[in-house]
């Protein structure tokens, strides 16, 4: 349990850099997304929650 509310810890706080240092940059990125098509953040969701999933393995496992 502490190693995972430790990697949630390091998350958030990784997460929440961009919003720190560039608050006005956030908000362009904000209007951005609301152009991109909802298939197509899906199939960016997909594939980086993979890629998470890849790293978590490799980490673990190797």
């Known amino acids: 349990m502490p190693?995972?509310?430790?990697?949630?810890?390091a998350v958030l706080m990784l997460e929440g850099i961009p919003y720190l240092a560039f608050p006005g940059r956030v908000k362009e990125w904000a209007l951005i997304l609301q152009?991109?098509?909802?298939?197509?953040?899906?199939?960016?969701?997909?594939?980086s929650?993979?890629?998470g999933l890849l790293l978590?393995?490799?980490?673990t496992f190797f």
Do not use: D, K, Q
Not at 3 to 9: H, K, T
Not at 35 to 47: T, W
Not at 56 to 59: E, K, N, Q, V
């Open 35 to 47: 152009e991109i098509p909802a298939r197509n953040l899906r199939i960016m969701g997909v594939l």
């Open 49 to 51: 929650a993979f890629c």
């Open 3 to 9: 190693f995972i509310l430790s990697v949630l810890g």
């Open 56 to 59: 978590l393995y490799a980490g």
